[in-house]
């Protein structure tokens, strides 16, 4: 239930990733200075997430700053990468255990 559990979080952060992607892009900053880095970082990004499949109801408007969808991107990343070392992890073992 766990592993279920945990796909779940990183499908979800990837579908999160590919809404932020298709969003609108930011405009690239001019040359960085203290102040304009800080509005990049405070600048608020909704990204729309469709509601699932064979409903109508459950749409979503999704907003958060630019630095908190670095640090939900960064999350999904190093989730999905936990996991595929699980799976990369539990299919060696799985084949040591039948090789004896």
């Known amino acids: 239930m766990r592993v279920f559990r945990n796909f ?12 932020a992607a298709m969003a609108q ?8 200075s203290d102040e304009s880095v800080t509005v990049s970082e405070n ?17 979503k408007k999704i907003c958060h700053t630019n ?14 990468l936990h996991m595929q070392d699980r799976m990369d ?3 060696e073992g799985a084949a040591l255990n039948a090789g004896h």
């Not at 600048?43 to 749409?59: F, K, Y």
């Open 67 to 80: 630095a908190q969808w670095r640090t939900i991107h960064a999350n999904a990343e190093q989730d999905m």
């Open 8 to 19: 779940v979080v990183a499908v979800s952060g990837l579908l999160v990733v590919a809404g």
């Open 43 to 59: 600048r608020i990004m909704c990204v729309h997430q469709d509601a699932p499949t064979g409903s109508r109801l459950g749409a």
């Open 89 to 91: 992890n539990s299919m």
């Open 25 to 32: 892009p930011v405009a690239p900053a001019p040359a960085a």
